[in-house]
């Protein structure tokens, strides 16, 4: 990971940390390997992209596949009752490296869960309401959160008339949704998943419903979709109390409720989200997640309600640098100042400026050589993005006097060498303001 | 890793990655896994200690043992001429964990080198400069940089008699210095290494010379330790280049001259050092690195002059958690307002109150159940340590008022609805000058 990679992704994860932080969420660590068995079973057909270690002696170890497992491993191993925790690390698989599609054998996840037993749809909005205050943050443009629960995709199912045990065969053919048209689903749900064309029609009615939030209920309701069907209308129920939440909290805008979002992991049991830019058609999903009451009990027998969202950060990444590198301000390193000079044997001066400068906080870095010349100084700044330099010269010493070049306004200043914090401080001040009004 | 250790290391990181910064360097990063053949034969007897994935076909992989190895191994495959970098990251051990002692399977490291054909000793003058930097902003109390030069060892050896072929040897024995007596590490020279009596008072004369660096070198002088040495004396030069750019940075007190400090890896060509905490006898060294002018050559044949330095990070981390500990301040959040209320069906206000501190920057926190118990909302924030509780009852919602609660200073404040912002901005302002006095 080159140096400039490297500062795109620490200032995203400074961000994202923040909001976390703002949250009231800790931030938790698991070491990167597992035990085997731990992780065995958990993945299904994926399982053969599971890294395992040699086996040296000792316990067999497996890398971490994502930090679900991890994270419910954590909750039940130390029999926590609740917890709100993020998590950002790398997670591995096997898989051939395709760089063009961002997938990676190594790469970093970035999760949020809230295990607890607590208070209807208030986690559940809460975690709604992190994911887009990131979002909105990192500044990857504009997104929606499609809504919808898991209870409304078992009745629809059940009132389309389909089998229970397709239920995992028809959510991920109707979540081609938002690439596919519904004829070609519907062939999908009719040739491969033997679906009949009376279900078809029903489901179609159903995946309709997408849009604001009230009004996509309202209209459940007075089309009364689910008259008569407990479930349904419990969840109805569940879904004004999220959203009541949801608008409190000044984040309703951001939601679309959308019946055609079927997630298909087999363990959400409550609502379900997924973010997808919508300035762009580059990348779909940046997050994902939903309720799980399930998942932990897995490990400790002992079932502990979660919700819990996944942040694509790897495609994040992938955004922030294509902006950065459009807007052409990649920058390695943050130095504020180059120390320079000019003349003989002023190499002790320079470490002096930098220290004093360094002390103040400022960020200098002077070059490695005794005697600077002063092409490869102002190269090293030009290429370096270094705004400001300050120069040593042999004649100025004498009379006690600094200059600074500021090479983003093309000005010169000079003061008294006892002046230099406090005046680079200031014209890094007004240089700053400068470079923002550029923008 | 639990949610109070990690937020004592994010804030360690997020000193020493601001320092770094402020000193121009980069940071990269590498994959945790790099090809075998890369780790073989770098370690020697500690290749055992290896982590090798199974041949589960394609490359054979291993995890990273150290960051200097993959460093010199990305510099050489890049083709880098010149790189200033720092790396926080995790290594891999197949050793026995020993928790008490600080030694995992698992363990950050955390780098920082200067790679590049510079100035004599003028990255070697930065590199201490920015480790005295780390260690006195950090906290982990008063510290000392020992610090001596390869030649001045090989010169020693030369001068004592000894067998080149021994240097190693010898160097192992005379690092003990710093826990054991001389005649303990006499008796090792004689009795293992095969050092005759002449060799060892001569040796003993040399490793005297510890202290002050000025008075040492000058020490050196006038006993003319090095006369008509011509390696000797050329290296007595360099400590003086060394020591007036140190001193020209302000950090030469930090800094003792030590003639005993032999770090026994082979591959330093030129100055060495070792950041040891005086005020403990619980940690020794924090801080080793040196000069390695052949290291990255062995990667691609082209030597790059390299100096760089290792922070025992693990070691820090014990230390501010203890200090922690022992000022009871170890907080996995920074929740600054827990926001509760006192009457039925508050939790979209609640919601409301949370989210609008949240877009001002606020770290507000409420409790995940509808009608929150006050003994339980106290405890909550008497456990994770949060100031300040805002309290919406119901018939100050009447009023349009709302209350807050200052834990720290057992202070209640009541202000119109629409001020909560600022006026929960004020209230942190002046907690936060409270609970600095209280230091």
Redo the contacts between chains.
């Keep these: ?4 990679k ?2 795109i ?2 200032k995203a994860f400074t961000i994202i ?1 923040s909001i976390f ?13 597992e035990l085997k068995e731990t992780l065995t079973s958990k993945y299904g057909e994926d399982s053969k992209l599971i ?6 002696g ?1 316990e067999l170890l497996a ?1 971490r596949y994502d930090l679900t497992v991890p994270f419910a491993r954590y909750v039940a191993q130390r029999g926590l009752s609740s ?1 709100k ?1 993020f998590h950002i690390a ?1 997670v ?1 698989r ?1 898989d051939t490296p395709q760089m063009n599609k961002g997938r990676f ?2 790469f970093y996840q970035c999760d949020f869960d ?1 295990a ?1 037993s ?3 749809m ?2 559940d ?2 975690l709604l ?1 992190v994911i887009i ?1 990131i979002l909105s943050s990192i500044g990857v443009g504009e997104f929606v959160v499609k809504l919808n629960h898991r209870k409304f995709l078992d009745a629809m199912i059940n009132l389309a008339g389909c089998e229970k045990r397709k239920f995992k065969a028809i959510c991920s053919s109707i979540d081609k949704l938002d690439k596919e048209p519904w004829s070609a689903v519907r062939d999908e749900l009719i040739n491969m998943k033997g679906l009949t064309n009376l279900m078809c029609d029903k489901l179609e009615k159903f995946v309709q419903y997408k849009g604001s939030p009230w009004e996509m209920l309202n209209r459940l309701k007075t089309d009364k979709v689910f008259e008569g069907h407990e479930q349904g209308m419990e969840t109805i129920k569940e879904m004004e109390l999220l959203f ?2 949801l ?5 309703l805008d951001k939601i679309s409720f959308d019946f055609s979002l079927a997630r298909g992991l087999d363990y959400y049991t409550g609502v379900i989200y997924e973010a997808v830019l919508t300035d762009t058609d580059r990348v779909g999903s940046i997050s994902g997640g939903g309720r799980y009451d399930g998942l932990i009990g897995m490990f400790s027998g002992k079932n502990i309600p979660s919700v819990g969202g996944s942040i694509g950060i790897e495609r994040i990444f992938n955004i922030l640098e294509e902006k950065a590198k459009a807007e052409g301000v990649i920058r ?4 504020q100042i180059l120390v320079t000079s000019m003349g003989k044997n002023l ?3 320079r ?2 400026a ?2 004093d400068l ?1 002390r103040a ?5 002077t070059l ?3 005697n600077p010349r002063t092409d490869k100084t102002f190269s090293y700044a030009f290429d370096n993005g270094i705004p400001l330099i300050l120069i040593i010269g042999e004649n100025e010493i004498k009379n006690g006097i600094y200059k600074v070049k500021a090479l983003n306004e093309n000005k010169e200043y000079e003061f008294k060498v006892e002046e230099l914090v406090p005046k680079v401080q200031e014209i890094l001040k007004n240089n700053q303001v400068l470079l923002s009004k550029d923008k």
């Design positions: 990971m080159s140096p400039t490297m500062a992704r620490e940390r932080k703002k949250h009231g969420a800790s931030e938790i660590d698991t070491p990167v390997f890294y395992d270690l040699k086996d040296q000792g890398l917890i925790r790398k591995y096997r054998r190594e809230i607890g607590y208070g209807l208030i986690p909005a809460d309401s205050d009541t939440y608008e409190s909290m000044k984040v390695a390193t943050e130095t190499t002790p001066k470490m002096e930098c220290a360094w906080g400022i960020k200098a870095e490695y050589v005794e």
